[in-house]
């Protein structure tokens, strides 16, 4: 998939977060990026780079103290590479991106991993 149509999936995935959670993603960049690099796989302790499908960078609103200003946005990166070696057509790829982007930004919102599994594991239920 050409990268500019990735983009705008995850836009539209971006646009399509719940109102309540869109109005509150404050100082934050959401970009696509082809591979994570070894710096994000060192951080994180992976080994193989089809393994990182999105990461974020910032300081969660939770961790934000009434001094937090003058700072640079936090980051969501989408990984495009893992996603499509992940998936087998489009309608996955833009399924997964869904997944991803509502993924790191749970976490902009302060929701752990550990969290994020337990709820994922009950949405497939």
Known sequence: MDRERFERLVERAVESLPEEFR?????????????PNQSHMARLGL??????????QGVPLTERGEHYGLVPPDKVTI???????????DASITAEIGRVVRHEIAHHFGIGDGRLRE???????
């Open 79 to 89: 990984f495009q590479g893992p996603i499509e070696a992940k998936c087998r057509d």
């Open 119 to 125: 709820l994922e594991e009950d949405e497939d239920r």
């Open 47 to 56: 080994r193989h780079r089809h393994e990182l499908l999105g990461l974020y």
């Open 23 to 35: 109005t509150r993603l404050e100082n934050i960049d959401v970009v696509v990026e082809d591979w």
